[in-house]
T-cell receptor
């Protein structure tokens, strides 16, 4: 079974600065998808960014970008020019790309989460 | 508006009193799933459904039931709730394509006393 580890329970950053949240995962598959979700205090789950494992190029979405290191099984999230509205819990998630008899397709396996605080 | 609607938002109940949390999506998604969120554990999958009448256990299915009689609805049933089921619950749906993200409901905060 795949596992996702976020080793930083909490992180903090000054407004306008850059912060990187780490995520590692364990898998024997070569085809998979990775996601970062944001959960603000409203507890809504919001998709931040996503990456296909077979794509070498790192995904970017405005101020959010990832550093995808497939060999190291690492998928870190970089937030540039941090804003107060970025304060939230961030979850890294893994989805298998292999339809193993239909039993695992679609499932996202989540990490434990990282609470990000943004200081003005 | 495309959305996953989950109700109720908050629920307080007593041990053993059956309850149902409803979930409905209007995006014609084949895949639906229930997760529970607990501090330090992230989100863990309870049950999922690949399509109508097709459901299967996730990682933590004990004490829960689901049904998928219609494509849009996927209720979560706790036949005899216990205090260890106190948690934040999320319903989610997606297309059956790898990069298709999960769309989440707004969550149900359940307290079992």
């Amino acid at each position: 079974a795949q596992t996702v580890t976020q080793s930083q329970p909490e992180m903090s950053v000054q407004e306008a600065e850059t912060v990187t949240l780490s995520c590692t995962y364990d898998t024997s598959e070569s085809d998979y998808y990775l996601f970062w979700y944001k959960q603000p205090p409203s507890r809504q789950m919001i998709l931040v960014i996503r990456q296909e494992a077979y794509k070498q190029q790192n995904a970017t979405e405005n101020r959010f970008s990832v550093n995808f290191q497939k060999a190291a099984k690492s998928f870190s999230l970089k937030i540039s020019d941090s804003q107060l509205g970025d304060a939230a819990m961030y979850f890294c998630a893994y989805r298998s790309g292999v339809n193993a008899g239909g039993t695992s397709y679609g499932k996202l396996t989540f990490g434990q989460g990282t609470i990000l605080t943004v200081h003005p | 508006e495309a959305q996953v609607t989950q109700n109720p938002r908050y629920l307080i109940t007593v041990t053993g009193k059956k309850l149902t949390v409803t979930c409905s999506q209007n995006m014609n998604h084949e895949y639906m799933s229930w997760y529970r969120q607990d501090p330090g554990l992230g989100l863990r999958q309870i049950y999922y459904s690949m399509n109508v009448e097709v459901t299967d256990k996730g990682d933590v299915p004990e004490g829960y039931k689901v049904s998928r009689k219609e494509k849009r609805n996927f209720p979560l049933i706790l036949e005899s709730p216990s205090p260890n089921q106190t948690s934040l619950y999320f319903c989610a749906s997606s297309l059956r394509r790898g990069l298709s993200p999960l769309h989440f409901g707004n969550g149900t905060r359940l307290t079992v006393t």
